[in-house]
């Protein structure tokens, strides 16, 4: 039989004040019994008593017991009272705020930091960060007019359709925007939005690769396609990229039958290049020969001030070959996180399948706001004036270096991107001139961080988007105080 | 020397009305290269010739060739003229449209339909599908109003700094909100702002599961689940549910030491109960002593209609071991896209650099409009509200099926959620109810789709949170003649 609990040992703590009483005696009886001070099989007094007890309403002491047992921490049977469950276990002793549980350890242990990022302390907003684009001259206003006029709809639209490929509208007007400024021909089917480009490239990689499958990177490349493609299992091969982008003779060397090629043709990431054509069009005749898929990384492709955009690499694609990605992320801003993907014809079925394993997408307004942004023209100016400015930012960057960096360090000649990539002159390594560029607080990432097997391309990666001109000249001057030789310095 | 082209070879097909004439001239010739009309090693005519020739000024033939030769297609050197690029080579035969391509046909060849999902055909909204909400009483107003609000003040806002996580005064409410609610214990920094909860799950599968390590899944349980710890290569370890959760002692006879275990403890995906207090200990007690983590999917846990919500497992473990999982496409709308994760403190900067190796998270406008809707209230005002009318909607569901579906269909007696658990009694399996149901078009899915090792629990799935009334007992009358023994119908 078991005992009846006496008064003293369900000794109630005191009811903070606003506290509701039958919220405030559940928790009590609660932690008495995970703490043990209830032991099991101990009877609970009759509700009357316990009522009487503690000067409190019957009803609700009825209450709070009927929720104990709802939740398992008391039994209860007609005639027989309420005990505290048998089955009921002690709980572990806490551990110390913070202290990390066995698994917690493993994972832990597990975990290094990527080459690309090593190293890396968060600086507030100066030349020459690379993340943003020129935030301030986003029109904002337009933004939100068109924000405030779909979501005054949200009720109705809430109640869309939706096959998971992302708002129809907007699928159409992209396709009709990437065939205007891109050249590629797809169907708003082929096209589905995702929420940026490392989602695009995480979740491509795990559709297109099987562990162990060789694919060609970029050397130096992108480091956020390289750890999305060894996530999936994937083996990197590095190859060369020279002034027209990836060298596909030396990629033949190397591995001659990939199962895959990343490939950022428009702007080369790191180095700025832009891929020639004669090499567009090799690489697409080896994908088709091999059964390799091409991944086209399209990120900065808005963003030429000499000449105009170069045709996507998709555009020439007669295989079927090419995956192309893409982002607003730099033409509108990141907070948007929206990215696309378009896939050939026969996999689009296939894609949507794998990515609902992976993130259920779903018609979201974000996307109404976007379509509409495309459909009125903003975004096709947006673009324009961003060019312009850019190419301004561009221009007296390089004037700047011109004057202030000779023989320290020459920016490439492409004029392209939101960075651009400079050469160092004074006989620094990549990761010395980063050090000494970060002591006089300007961010200027070393262009080794995203080298793989080649050596050092001595060179820092300058973002100039989000700097207005008296920042950047501001920059320059810091850089060359930092880029000096030591002995100079000293004079 | 390379050959130079006669007029007749580079004959210019007509340009279209309103094409731009320098647009046209780059076209024609960039096809004429590509098709092969113009060989490699051609020279075009110098550029004032060929200007006459087809009666365009000069200026336009030198942007175009200066447009070709950037892209790679010509070369051009002065005193030599221009020629079509040695290195140019034909693109491959043009595909038929749609063909998969040979890589395309490998990732074909290998895809298999998750179990749960096989066979499933889309249909209009009708009784009794499960994914959606009473979306049309969600307090669309409110939310255009915040959104309109917040949008207005986008210019600024998207400057804010952000360190991957979220919205930062949404993290703290939702803490808040968690504390209050679910009586969950944690930082605003343990929180991270996800996609959704299949984003959740499966960026936590690769987070926390080596290949091959053994995890325990509640059979039946939930699909979505169990494909994001597959696709993390973890060996599942299905582990019956009974009417008090999963069954520990079983568990613990196929596998004593997991790596991790999942568990739905609100209201088990599928079967609806809710994990009783003595298996929700034992199986804290598990985990801390094998090492693993605990996965609690929280899905659901706001609607309870009997009772109070059960705190959170989270709230119990002492051990650190729980990784809680939460998403407001059900208490809201789906198409916000907007989960949780908390996380252990020990792990919280590492589950962070994880996520940015699969998706580059920011601060999005409607994380500021949610922090706004659950800080003035909203939130809470509408769970009570959809309460209120699910617990309406699931009686009437019940008393309609007391009526009309008495020896076919038993609705379960859990009163929770935004669907319900309903076992056969007419003899038919899983498989055939579903089917016979679907041909009367009312969708219930079969409780076999969600079960791993264990036999066909013979019961439907029915979700009645979306259907008003009306629909619900229509439905019920069409699944009562989908359900009667063929005998009786004939009579």
């Given at each position: 039989m078991a005992k009846t609990v006496s008064p003293p040992e369900l000794a109630l703590s005191g009811r903070p004040p606003g506290r509701g009483l039958a919220g405030w005696l559940y928790s009590e009886l609660r932690s008495a019994i995970l703490t043990g001070r209830l032991t099991r099989g101990t009877r609970l007094p009759a509700s009357r008593d316990f009522a009487r007890l503690h000067g409190i309403a019957r009803g609700t002491v009825v209450a709070v017991f009927e929720r104990l047992q709802a939740e398992g921490y008391v039994s209860s049977r007609v005639g027989r009272g309420t005990w505290v469950n048998h089955e009921m276990l002690r709980t572990a002793a806490p551990h110390a705020a913070g202290a990390a549980p066995e698994f917690a350890r493993r994972i832990i242990a597990g975990y290094a930091r990527p080459k690309a990022l090593r190293g890396l302390a968060a600086t507030p907003p100066r030349p020459f960060q690379m993340g943003k684009p020129a935030l301030a001259e986003f029109p904002a206003r337009v933004w939100a007019r068109l924000a405030a006029r779909?979501?005054?709809?949200?009720?109705?639209?809430?109640?869309?359709?939706?096959?998971?490929?992302?708002?129809?509208?907007?699928?159409?007007?992209?396709?009709?925007?990437?065939?205007?400024?891109?050249?590629?021909?797809?169907?708003?089917?082929?096209?589905?939005?995702?929420?940026?480009?490392?989602?695009?490239?995480?979740?491509?990689?795990?559709?297109?690769?099987?562990?162990?499958?060789?694919?060609?990177?970029?050397?130096?490349?992108?480091?956020?396609?390289?750890?999305?493609?060894?996530?999936?299992?994937?083996?990197?091969?590095?190859?060369?990229?020279?002034?027209?982008?990836?060298s596909v003779a030396q990629g033949l060397e190397q591995l001659a039958r990939p199962r895959g090629i990343y490939l950022t043709p428009a702007h080369q990431f790191p180095l700025g290049v832009a891929m020639s054509a004669a090499r567009r069009l090799q690489v697409l005749e080896i994908a088709s020969r091999v059964g390799a898929f091409i991944i086209e990384d399209d990120y900065d492709s808005e963003f030429r001030f000499e000449g105009r955009p170069l045709p996507a690499l998709q555009s020439l694609d007669r295989g079927s070959t090419v995956i192309l990605v893409g982002t607003f992320s730099k033409t509108l801003f990141p907070a948007l996180r929206m990215g696309y993907v378009v896939m050939p014809s026969s996999l689009t079925d296939y894609f949507l399948a794998f990515q609902h394993r992976t993130q259920l997408c779903s018609v979201h307004l974000d996307q109404s706001i976007l379509c509409d942004f495309i459909v009125e023209g903003h975004l096709g100016r947006h673009i324009r004036r961003m060019r312009n400015l850019y190419a301004g930012r561009l221009a007296c960057l390089a004037e700047s270096a011109r004057r202030q960096l000779a023989g320290l360090l020459e920016i490439d000649a492409v004029r392209a991107g939101l960075y651009t990539a400079a050469y160092l002159e004074n006989g620094m390594t990549s990761a010395d001139a980063e050090r000494a560029a970060f002591a006089l607080e300007v961010d200027a990432l070393a262009l080794d961080r995203f080298t793989f097997k080649r050596e050092d391309p001595r060179g820092l990666l300058l973002g100039f988007a989000a700097f207005d001109e008296k920042s950047l000249r501001q920059g320059v001057i810091q850089l060359a105080q930092a880029l000096e030789p030591r002995t100079a310095r000293r004079r």
């Open positions: 779909r979501a005054r709809r949200l009720g109705a639209w809430l109640r869309l359709a939706d096959d998971g490929r992302g708002y129809r509208p907007l699928r159409e007007a992209l396709a009709q925007h990437l065939g205007l400024t891109r050249g590629i021909h797809c169907h708003p089917d082929q096209v589905s939005l995702v929420s940026g480009t490392q989602q695009a490239l995480d979740v491509l990689a795990r559709f297109l690769v099987q562990p162990g499958e060789p694919v060609w990177m970029e050397d130096p490349g992108y480091f956020g396609a390289a750890v999305a493609l060894q996530n999936a299992g994937a083996q990197l091969v590095p190859v060369p990229v020279d002034r027209e982008g990836l």
